[in-house]
């Protein structure tokens, strides 16, 4: 019994784990929706395939930028890096950030920790305190830059200025990078060469 549910939920979630959107019901238009040449009857406008629609079409505000949260969170990093690059690229900070998080994770594409350090640099450029906590971070510990610690904690500082609890703890703690790392990270940012 226990290998049946087993293979059942594993036959479930494979669509999703290899991102086959053809079989993906959360990218299926729902049992009600029509479309013809005169438009769309009963949009299925709660879906993941209307906020794919909506970003291919050119729409970034904040609600559909938003739900890249649950499109990544979901396991679909190459749809999620699709829409917050869009996002990214209109100016959505918050969508910069992200756009590091999967290229650092090498999520929905390689990993690329020089891009990931631009995301974060073009969000602090852009005045996002998340933006300049993490661009901080990258330079304190050279994490796809260059290493410059003076430089990482001056805009550690701007961050905790615009009122970043982290920025501030970070402070607090001397600019121990441990404060902020949890243990089960720090070997990802041990320089080994």
Same mark, same amino acid.
């Given at each position: ?5 087993? =293979? ?13 959107? *053809? ?6 238009? @729902?049992?009600? *929706? %029509? !479309?013809?040449?005169?438009?769309? #009857? ?10 794919? %629609?909506? $970003?291919?079409?050119? /729409?970034? @505000?904040?609600? $559909? ?25 209109? @100016?959505? *900070? @918050? ?22 350090? /631009? ?16 661009? +901080?971070? /990258?330079?304190?510990? =050279?994490? =796809? ?6 430089? +990482?904690?001056?805009? !550690? ?5 615009? +009122? &970043?609890? !982290? ?9 121990? #990078? /441990? %404060?902020? *790392?949890?243990?089960?990270? %720090?070997?990802?940012? #041990?320089? &080994?060469?």
């Amino acid at each position: 019994m226990k290998f049946v549910v087993l =293979g059942v939920a594993v036959a479930m979630a494979g669509p999703v784990w290899a991102e086959d959107l *053809t079989q993906d019901l959360a990218m299926q238009l @729902g049992p009600d *929706t %029509e !479309v013809n040449e005169q438009g769309t #009857l009963n949009p299925h406008e709660m879906s993941m395939a209307q906020v794919m %629609e909506s $970003i291919r079409n050119g /729409d970034t @505000g904040m609600v $559909i930028c938003s739900q890249g949260y649950l499109v990544t969170k979901s396991g679909r990093h190459e749809m999620a890096r699709e829409l917050f690059k869009s996002c990214a690229d209109h @100016g959505w *900070t @918050g969508a910069m950030t992200w756009m590091s998080q999967l290229d650092d994770r090498g999520l929905g594409g390689p990993q690329d920790l020089e891009a990931a350090a /631009d995301w974060n640099r073009k969000a602090a450029e852009a005045g996002d305190p998340v933006g300049k906590f993490n661009h +901080g971070l /990258d330079l304190m510990r =050279g994490w =796809g830059v260059a290493r410059d610690e003076a430089a +990482g904690r001056a805009m !550690v500082d701007e961050a905790a200025r615009d +009122g &970043l609890d !982290v920025a501030q703890r970070l402070q607090s703690a001397e600019y121990d #990078l /441990d %404060e902020v *790392t949890p243990d089960a990270d %720090e070997w990802r940012y #041990l320089n &080994l060469f």
